[in-house]
């Protein structure tokens, strides 16, 4: 009896080491033992119903994490110790990801449904052949303003921000690029400029927009902006649409100095565990029908050409929100500056930051 039990034993360690080593080679493969894929994405960025509806389709449960900007999802990726299988930084964040190893190659062939992104979206400068990132959605930042709180004045430029009958009536997003960037716009200059008396000029810029300046907010802005809570809110295109929806009041422009054009891509990041469900995952928001249910949800603008063909002619033919050519050739992407610029464009927003209270 002893012996059958020693055998027994042996035979569920074997077994137990058989299931481990398993694991292991499917966590390598790109596969994980609880079939659970780790999302990783801005706030308010998908529409929640279609987690579910992926789940019911693949059998994959999706673990939905946020992050608040690019600086902070990048910090976190590089530092390890956590495992994220997809990710959605923006334009100049996937070329510093690619640079510093932290994305994984994408197989076109596992995305079918990439040939409905139209072409004018894909081969952008941070990755010019898609190798490791794929679009997601696309917009502007701009200002938010409610012509009745505003009485005759109108808004057409970032200049008109520094009007001294504003105080205290601005919300800003939480973002270093867009209001250093802004700053510089003002001034007529490259929201990419690296020149240090140029940097200067906007940090001065800033430093004179503060008595307008109420708050400067996250996610909660749109909100904000609805309730009237404040007249102006520099903001990004899919936020405005939100807020717009709930306050038919507020109305949304892009500054004639010209302005940011931002593109959010779905990668893979190296840490993935499962890279078959990731790629699974981006495939089924690429579906058109899938991605013309988010973008109603989300109020971004949509890079998929199959879904813009099944969005009512409100949406799509809204210039504000869709801006023809014209109006796009004055805009600029963000760069990627390098890590020593980036870090002085974040002292200067975090100068401007810290001097408000």
Do not use: C
Request: net charge negative.
């Amino acid at each position: 009896m002893r012996r059958i039990v020693q055998i027994l034993v042996a035979v569920l360690a074997v077994a137990a080491a058989l299931g481990y080593m398993s694991a292991r080679l499917n966590s390598s493969q790109g596969y994980t033992e609880g079939n659970t894929l780790v999302v990783y994405n801005w706030g308010d960025y998908i529409d929640p119903d279609l987690l579910d509806e992926f789940y019911e389709q693949t059998g994959i449960k999706v673990i939905y994490q946020t992050f608040d900007s690019n600086e902070a999802m990048l910090t976190k990726v590089s530092r390890g110790g956590a495992t994220f299988d997809v990710a959605v930084p923006s334009d100049y964040t996937v070329s510093k990801m690619i640079d510093q190893n932290l994305v994984l190659p994408i197989d076109h062939s596992k995305l079918p449904n990439l040939m409905h992104i139209d072409s004018s979206f894909m081969g952008l400068p941070f990755d010019p052949e898609n190798n490791y990132s794929v679009p997601y959605y696309w917009g502007t930042v701009g200002i938010v303003y409610n012509p009745k709180m505003l009485g005759s004045k109108t808004i057409t430029s970032w200049s008109d921000l520094w009007d001294p009958e504003l105080r205290n009536e601005i919300l800003l997003v939480d973002s270093a690029r867009e209001v250093v960037g802004f700053a510089l716009n003002s001034l007529g200059y490259s929201l990419n400029d690296t020149d240090p008396d140029h940097l200067e000029e906007a940090r001065q810029r800033l430093s004179e927009l503060m008595p307008n300046v109420k708050a400067i907010v996250g996610d909660e802005i749109k909100l904000l902006l609805a309730n009237e809570d404040a007249a102006i809110g520099v903001i990004w295109a899919g936020d405005a649409s939100i807020a717009i929806a709930d306050n038919s009041d507020l109305d949304y422009v892009l500054p004639v100095e010209g302005t940011n054009l931002w593109m959010d891509s779905m990668v893979i990041p190296s840490s993935a565990t499962n890279i078959d469900g990731a790629h699974r995952f981006i495939n089924f928001l690429l579906d058109p029908k899938v991605a013309a249910r988010n973008t109603e949800y989300i109020g971004y603008s949509t890079p998929n050409a199959g879904a813009m063909e099944l969005l009512d002619e409100e949406i799509v033919g809204d210039e504000r929100f869709y801006p023809p050519a014209e109006v796009t050739a004055k805009m600029e992407v963000y760069e990627n500056l390098g890590k020593r610029m980036l870090a002085h464009y974040n002292e200067l927003f975090l100068e401007f930051k810290m001097r408000r209270k």
